[in-house]
Nanobody, 123 residues
Framework: QVQLVESGGGLVQAGGSLRLSCAAS????????MVWFRQSPGKERDFVAS????????VYADSVKGRFTISRDNTKNTMWLQMNSLKPEDTAVYYC????????????????WGQGTQVTVSS
């Protein structure tokens, strides 16, 4: 079992930046691949970015590539999502999750989830 808590969301103007954090407790954080998903009202939960257990390999959705950066520090049991050049279409609840493989882009591949943090980008 691992518990995940997201933070860092908020309201920002288009073009601005936010840094989301995902703090983990419980089972060994470093044994998990980690991922960020996001969900807008009335839409499915979409893959944003993922990172392998060691932090050496990452995957990004095309919509955020070049603007978002995922990272982790296993000594701090924490993962981050640096979001730059934010757009109104980035508005969503952002969720972090933990699972076995960082290459999966579906929610079913990740067993542990946080409660989410709201990101709102105004135009």
């Amino acid at each position: 079992q691992v518990q995940l808590v997201e933070s860092g969301g908020g309201l920002v103007q288009a073009g601005g930046s936010l840094r989301l954090s995902c703090a983990a407790s419980g089972r060994t954080f470093s044994s998990f691949a980690m991922v960020w998903f996001r969900q807008s009202p009335g839409k499915e939960r979409d893959f944003v970015a993922s990172i392998n257990w060691a932090g050496f390999n990452t995957v990004y959705a095309d919509s955020v590539k070049g603007r978002f950066t995922i990272s982790r520090d296993n000594t701090k049991n924490t993962m981050w999502l640096q979001m730059n050049s934010l757009k109104p279409e980035d508005t969503a609840v952002y969720y972090c999750a933990a699972g076995a493989t960082y290459t999966a882009r579906t929610t079913g591949a990740y067993a542990y989830w946080g409660q989410g943090t709201q990101v709102t980008v105004s135009s």
